[in-house]
C-alpha cells in the first residue's frame, strides 16, 4: 500500500461520517425508521446449528459462483455481503419465488432468518467506526462492521411484515428518501461510503430514479497480523503469471505460527491475525490448474482445514491492492434464479409487483507487511413492474439487413427492401 494511502481514506472516512449528520454537501442521510414496537431479538450461536451450517454452505455457493465469472483477472468479492443481502430478499419472497431460491442458494427451510442473526451476531463483539482505523498500522483488534441499508421511496407502502422481520433478525431500519429526486443518489453513496471507511465512495449499482427499494449490505475489515512480516525484508521478487511468463513484483517474507494441511491437489495456510480471523491461503500442486475453485473444492478445503495442524512456517506472499467491481445477475443466473430474477417474481410481502432491476457488488482489499483492510457492499435494486422494464432482446442493426413496410390485416409487403451501406 503507498505510503499515506491509509491516512487519507481514513480523512476521507471521518468526512464521510460527518456528512451522515450534516447535510453541507447534498441530502443528508435520514434517520433509520425502525417498525413500531418490535425490537432486535439475541439468537445464540449454535440455537439452531443445522441452519447456520446451510448458511455457511450457501456463502460458499455464491462466492464460487461470483469468482467463477471472471476466472482470468484478479478478484475479490465477499460471500458474506452477498449473503446478507439475499438473506434479506428473501425474507420478502414469497411461493414459488421463495422455493427457488432457498433451493437454488441452498438456504435452510427453517429458522433461516434466526440463524442469520445469530451468525452476524456473533461478528458483533469485532464492530467498531470503519472511520476510526489507520490503515496504515491495522488494529491489533480486528475490527469488522456490518451494516444494511433498506432505502425506500417514501410513499411507497412496503409490507410490514417484511420490515419487522429485518428489525427483529437483521436490526434492520428503513431510511425514507425519494428516488426521483436525483439528489437520493449522494445520500446512497455517501451511506456507502461511511460505512466501508470511504475505501468505496460509490453504491455500486448505475442510480435509476425508477427504484422504489434499494437494500445495500456492507462489510469492512481491518486487522493487523498476529505476528507481522518483516518490513526491513520486503524486496522485489519473481511472480509466476497464468501463462507462464514471470514479473517483478513486491514480495514479503515472515516465519511465524501458522495452521497448515494437504489436501488430494492442494496445501493451504491459515494466518492469523490478532484475534477471531485468519487468512487462508490454497496453493494448487500443478502450477497449471486455476486457482478458481467450485462450490464443492471450496467446501472440501474447509473440511480439510479443519483438521489442519500448528506449525511454524517460512512465508512468502505479494504484497497486493487490488479492487473489484460486478454485476451480480449473471453470477446469480448461472446459479440458477431464473424466476427470483425475472419480471415476475414474488415479492409481494415486500411491495406489490416488483422485480429485481439490478444486483451489484464492489470490493476491494489491501494485503502488506502489517496487516490487511478491506470493505465490500452489495446492492440489491427493486422496482415496480409498472416502471419501464429493462429490454429482454437487444438486437443492433449495424451491418447488413432485409427491411419491410407490411400491411397488418393482409400481411402484403407494401415495401420491401435491404440496406447494405446506409449512406
Known amino acids: 500500500m503507498a505510503a499515506g494511502k491509509g491516512q487519507h481514506r481514513q480523512a476521507l472516512a471521518a468526512g464521510t461520517a460527518a456528512a451522515l449528520l450534516i447535510s453541507g454537501c447534498g441530502a443528508a442521510v435520514p434517520e433509520p425508521r425502525v417498525a413500531e414496537g418490535v425490537e432486535r431479538v439475541a439468537v445464540a450461536l449454535e440455537t439452531f446449528p443445522d441452519a447456520e451450517d446451510a448458511l455457511v454452505q450457501a456463502s460458499f455457493r ?4 461470483m469468482t467463477a465469472e471472471n476466472p482470468d483477472g484478479n478478484q475479490v ?10 438473506a434479506m430478499l428473501r425474507a420478502g419472497a414469497g411461493t414459488t419465488t421463495a422455493a427457488e431460491m432457498d433451493g437454488v442458494l441452498g438456504l ?17 463483539e ?37 420490515l419487522a422481520t429485518l428489525a427483529r433478525q437483521y436490526g434492520a431500519g428503513v431510511y425514507p428518501v425519494d428516488f426521483p429526486n436525483p439528489d437520493t443518489e449522494g445520500i446512497l453513496d455517501r451511506w456507502t461510503s461511511a460505512n466501508t471507511g470511504a475505501r468505496i465512495e460509490k453504491a455500486p449499482l448505475e442510480y435509476d430514479p425508477d427504484t422504489t427499494l434499494s437494500l445495500l449490505s456492507t462489510v469492512y475489515f481491518a486487522a493487523a497480523w498476529a505476528s507481522p512480516f518483516d518490513a ?10 497464468p501463462g507462464g511468463s514471470q514479473e517483478q513484483v513486491e514480495l514479503i517474507y515472515g516465519a511465524m505460527p501458522v495452521r497448515y494441511a494437504r489436501g488430494g491437489d492442494w496445501q493451504g495456510v491459515d494466518i492469523p491475525y490478532g484475534e477471531g480471523f485468519s487468512m487462508r491461503l490454497v496453493l494448487a500442486d500443478d502450477p497449471a490448474v486455476s486457482p478458481v475453485r467450485s462450490e464443492e473444492e471450496l467446501l472440501e478445503v474447509r473440511d480439510g482445514m479443519a483438521s489442519a ?46 422485480f429485481v432491476s439490478g444486483a451489484a457488488q464492489s470490493a ?60
Open 62 to 65: 455464491l462466492g464460487a459462483a
Open 77 to 86: 468479492t465477499s460471500p458474506l455481503s452477498a449473503l446478507y443481502a439475499l
Open 108 to 124: 435452510p427451510l427453517q429458522h433461516r432468518d434466526e440463524a442469520m442473526n445469530a451468525l452476524l451476531a456473533e461478528m458483533q
Open 126 to 162: 469485532y464492530d467498531g467506526d470503519p472511520g476510526s482505523v489507520d490503515e496504515d498500522e491495522p488494529p491489533a483488534e480486528p475490527l469488522l462492521h456490518l451494516a444494511n441499508g433498506v432505502f425506500v421511496n417514501d410513499g411507497t407502502p412496503t409490507g410490514e411484515a417484511f
Open 232 to 241: 526491513e525484508g520486503t524486496a522485489p521478487g519473481s511472480f509466476t503469471l
Open 309 to 354: 495442524e500448528d506449525i511454524r512456517a517460512g512465508l512468502v506472499l505479494p504484497k497486493w491492492d487490488h479492487d473489484h467491481t460486478q454485476d451480480l445477475l449473471g453470477a446469480l443466473e448461472a446459479l440458477g434464479l431464473e424466476e427470483t430474477l425475472g419480471l415476475t417474481p414474488d415479492f409481494d410481502a415486500i411491495q406489490k409487483d416488483i
Open 364 to 423: 476491494n482489499i489491501t494485503v502488506a507487511e502489517k496487516g490487511t483492510v478491506a470493505a465490500a457492499v452489495t446492492q440489491l435494486n427493486l422496482m415496480e413492474t409498472s416502471a419501464p422494464m429493462p429490454p429482454e432482446l437487444t438486437l443492433e442493426f449495424t451491418r447488413p439487413f432485409l427491411y419491410q413496410i407490411i400491411h397488418d390485416d393482409t400481411g402484403l409487403p407494401v415495401f420491401l427492401g435491404t440496406v447494405l451501406d446506409p449512406r
